[in-house]
């Protein structure tokens, strides 16, 4: 049986990992400071993994942490990406020698993958060519950029370096139900607004373009990624489709049959319309078979049952 890390494991994606893990027969061992996740997001499965309360910017904790696993899928971040701006100190500590720790730790260790999973939107900068594909220039603009893209940075010098096998994603917006879902994001905030029969508002022109992964698709894409052959290697993982903020505001009024009316407010005079753009994840499908299931249709559908429901 395999044994897995998953660091950050009590947080939005890493609560639903932990249990898609395990019911994939893993052994499961999460190690989170619980800075945002909680226990409770592990509730029904704690008797069946071990969690370890541990920080990893601290190098004791994350080599307990790691001892005695075959592979490590490393979430744990500053992933709030104005309390990253407001304190890039906290951001440095815990996204870039966080990162370096987790990989110091693996070394003698015959650790079989290591996963880090970055953001596509944060890390490209100013768009020169698209479909975008890795070979883009990286060029982050925020402190959650920098220090994400920093931590993936170590993740290809210890590949170098040292030969750990390390893999990045630089994956899309996440959505869809987990333990540790947060009404946070733009499709988790659509949905409620509609089911309250509240209005929805769209900052800026709407015609923003964005990408979105459904939260199983992409943990499905960890594990087939995980158990591959692949190392060294960065890549962009995200749904199919592309879609504009005023197309999705109408499905999600459409999925959820709500009467909610869409406004449109204007943006901060600082803050720049960004529209987005096309990522490419061709890569991902040749070297891993990278292949999301659900469409963003299907994909809010359980979503909102699951915020209906429970
Ligand atoms: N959610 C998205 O749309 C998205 C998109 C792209 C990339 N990501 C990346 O995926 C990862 C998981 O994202 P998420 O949405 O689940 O975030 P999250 O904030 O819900 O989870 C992060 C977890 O890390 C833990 N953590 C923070 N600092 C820690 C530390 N020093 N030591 C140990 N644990 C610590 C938090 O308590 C939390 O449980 C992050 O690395 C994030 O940057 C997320």
Avoid: W
Wanted: aromatic residues 8%; hydrophobic residues 35%.
């Amino acid at each position: 049986m395999s044994k897995i890390l998953i660091t950050g494991g009590a947080g939005y994606i890493g609560s639903l990992a932990a249990r898609k893990f395990l019911e994939d027969g893993y052994e499961v061992r999460v190690l989170d400071n619980f800075l945002y996740g909680s226990r409770d997001n592990l509730e029904q499965i704690r008797d069946d993994i071990e969690i370890f309360e541990g920080d990893i910017r601290n190098i004791e904790d994350t080599k307990k942490a790691v001892e005695g696993v075959d592979k490590v899928l490393h979430l744990a971040a500053i992933s709030s990406i104005p309390l990253c701006s407001k304190d890039p100190d906290l951001a440095i500590d815990t996204n870039i020698k966080g990162t370096k720790n987790v990989l110091e730790a693996c070394l003698d260790k015959n650790i079989e993958k290591i996963l880090y999973a970055n953001g596509a939107a944060g890390i490209y900068g100013k768009i020169v060519e698209t479909p975008v594909t890795e070979k883009h220039p990286a060029k982050p603009v925020s402190s959650y950029g920098v220090t994400k893209y920093g931590g993936e940075l170590f993740m290809s010098a210890y590949y170098e370096t040292h030969g750990l096998p390390t893999i990045t994603f630089r994956q899309s917006n996440v959505y869809g139900p987990s333990p540790g879902m947060k009404i946070n994001s733009v499709i988790q905030i659509f949905v409620n607004k509609c089911l309250k029969n509240e209005k929805i508002e769209i900052f800026g022109s709407g015609n923003q373009i964005r990408n979105f992964i459904f939260i199983e698709d992409l943990i499905d894409a960890y594990k087939k990624a995980l158990e591959s052959n692949v190392k060294g290697e960065v890549f962009n993982v995200g749904g199919f489709e592309n879609i504009s903020i005023n197309d999705l505001a109408e499905l999600i009024v459409k999925v959820t049959g709500s009467n909610t009316e869409i406004s449109h407010k204007e943006m901060n005079r600082e803050e720049i319309e960004n529209l987005g753009f096309k990522l490419s994840f061709e890569k991902a499908e040749k070297m891993f078979g990278f292949k999301p299931k659900h469409s963003l249709e299907e994909g809010i559908r359980k979503l909102v049952e699951y915020m209906k429901n429970g």
